[in-house]
C-alpha cells in the first residue's frame, strides 16, 4: 500500500468520524439560544459553515477583481458564493423554533415570526428521509413547519400529537376563572 493511499484513507475516515462526533454531539446539546433558553436555534456548524463559504468567495473575488485579464465568469462566481454564504449565515441568525405546551413559536429563516397553537394545524406527519425523522406540520392558514426531530426536541408537540391521536382533539389553555364582576 502506498504512502498516498494511507493518506487519502486515514484523513477521509478521520473526516467522516469528526462529522459523526459533531453530529451527535448537536444532538445531545441542541443550540439553545443566549436571550431566551427554550427557543432552539439551528445547529452552529451552519454559521461556521456560511462564515467559510463567504471568507472563500472573498478571497476568490479578490483574487478575480486584482486580475486585469480574468473573464466575466470568474469574477461573478465569487460573488455569488459569497451571498450563499452570506444567506447561511443570515438564516442562522433568523430561525428559532420554541415548542410549548399548548403552541408553537418559530421564526422563519427570513425573519417572520409565527406563534401557533396547536389546535390550528390543519393536518401533521411524521416522515423517515434518509435516515432521518421529520415533522411536517401545515396549519389551517396554510402556514408550514418542517423539522428534523432529531436536530430540534419537539417533545412537547409529539405529546400534543400523541394526545391528539388518543382523543380526537387538542390540548387547549385552560382559561383563567373569571373574577366575579358584582365583587
Not at 427557543?39 to 471568507?55: C, D, E, N, Q, T
Not at 412537547?156 to 387538542?170: C, E, I, K, Q
Request: aromatic share 10%; charged share 20%; glycine share 8%.
Amino acid at each position: 500500500m502506498s504512502l498516498a493511499l494511507f493518506l487519502r484513507i486515514g484523513i477521509t475516515t478521520f473526516i467522516v468520524l469528526a462529522l459523526a462526533a459533531l453530529a451527535g454531539w448537536a444532538r445531545k446539546h441542541p443550540n439553545r439560544s443566549p436571550a431566551d433558553a427554550e427557543r432552539i436555534r439551528m445547529p452552529k456548524i451552519v454559521a461556521i459553515i456560511g462564515w467559510l463559504v463567504a471568507s472563500a468567495g472573498l478571497l476568490t473575488g479578490l483574487a478575480a477583481f486584482t486580475s486585469p485579464d480574468a473573464a466575466l465568469g470568474a469574477r461573478i462566481a465569487p460573488v455569488a458564493i459569497m451571498a450563499a454564504g452570506l444567506a447561511l449565515v443570515g438564516a442562522y441568525c433568523n430561525f428559532y423554533v420554541a415548542p410549548r405546551t399548548y403552541e408553537i413559536a418559530f421564526r422563519s429563516v427570513f425573519g417572520k415570526e409565527h406563534v401557533r397553537a396547536y389546535s390550528d394545524i390543519g393536518r401533521y406527519r411524521v416522515s423517515t428521509a434518509k435516515g432521518q425523522r421529520f415533522l411536517t406540520m401545515r396549519f389551517t392558514d396554510g402556514t408550514k413547519l418542517s423539522l428534523n426531530i432529531n436536530t430540534f426536541d419537539l417533545t412537547p408537540a409529539l405529546r400534543a400529537m400523541d394526545f391528539h391521536h388518543a382523543t380526537g382533539r387538542w390540548p387547549v389553555r385552560p382559561e383563567a376563572p373569571q373574577e366575579d364582576a358584582a365583587r
